[in-house]
C-alpha cells in the first residue's frame, strides 16, 4: 500500500526517475508523504522497483543516499522544465552516482576457505548499484526524444514531475486536474459576483 494515494503520474511506471522524484510529494493541506522516510520504506521502495535482491535491508546510510539523489534528481529535472543550466554540483552528483556502479568483488583469503572473492560492503554496493540504474534512466530521459515532455504537475501544492501524454496536459492525475478546474470555476464566480455587485 502506498503512502502517496495518487495513480503514479505518466512517464513514473516506465521512468524509475521519474518513480523516485515522485517518492515525496505535497498533498492538499500541505502534508508531505514520503516513501523513503526509513530505511525499512526505502529498502520497500528498491525491492518494489527490483533494483535491489528481496534480502536487502537498507541501514540509515544508504536510506539517506538515495534521498540524496532525489534531491539531486530534482533539481536536474526543475532545470529542464525551467529550461535552466542545472548546477554544476548537480551535474556533479548525478555523473558520481552513474559512475560509483560496483567494481569487482575483492580478492580475499582466510584460513578456512582460502583465496575467495567477497564484495566490499554488500549493502552499499547494492544500493550504488540501484542508484546507478536510476540516474542512467535521468540521464538517458533527459537526452532522449521525451525530453521535452517533462513537466511539473501544475496542480500546486502537488510537486509531483511527469511527461506530458499531450500538449495540454500539466497536472499528474485526474484528482490534480479537478483541482485546478474547480479552483478556476472558483475563481470565475468571485469574479462574477464582483462584478454584478
Ligand atoms: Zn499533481
Known amino acids: 500500500m502506498s503512502l502517496i494515494p495518487l495513480p503514479a503520474a ?9 518513480s ?11 502534508r508531505v508523504a514520503d516513501e523513503l ?16 535482491p528481496e534480502s ?23 532545470a529542464q522544465v525551467e529550461g535552466a543550466e542545472p548546477e554544476a554540483a548537480v551535474l556533479g552528483d548525478v555523473n558520481r552516482a552513474l559512475t560509483r556502479v560496483p567494481s569487482a568483488p575483492l580478492l580475499r583469503h582466510d584460513g578456512d576457505r582460502g583465496l575467495h572473492r567477497a564484495p566490499a560492503h554488500p549493502v552499499t554496493k547494492l ?8 540516474a542512467e534512466d535521468a540521464a538517458a530521459l533527459l537526452t532522449g ?3 521535452g515532455t517533462v513537466a511539473r504537475c501544475a496542480a500546486p501544492p502537488c510537486d509531483r514531475f511527469l511527461l506530458r501524454t499531450h500538449a495540454r496536459r500539466h497536472w499528474c492525475s ?9 479552483s478556476r470555476a472558483y475563481a470565475r464566480r468571485q469574479e462574477a459576483s464582483v462584478g454584478a455587485g
Open 174 to 182: 485526474t484528482r490534480c486536474g479537478d483541482r485546478v478546474r474547480a
Open 145 to 147: 526524444e521525451s525530453a
Open 37 to 52: 522516510d526509513s530505511p525499512e520504506a526505502a529498502t520497500r521502495w528498491l525491492i518494489e522497483r527490483d533494483l535491489v
Open 20 to 30: 523516485l522524484l515522485n517518492s515525496r510529494v505535497t498533498l492538499p493541506g500541505g
Open 56 to 78: 536487502t535491508e537498507l541501514l540509515e546510510y544508504c536510506q539517506g543516499r538515495l534521498a540524496d539523489l532525489r534531491g539531486t534528481l530534482r533539481a536536474l529535472f526543475a
Open 10 to 18: 505518466p512517464g513514473a511506471d516506465a521512468h524509475v526517475s521519474i
Open 127 to 134: 544500493v550504488e548499484h540501484a542508484m546507478a540504474q536510476i
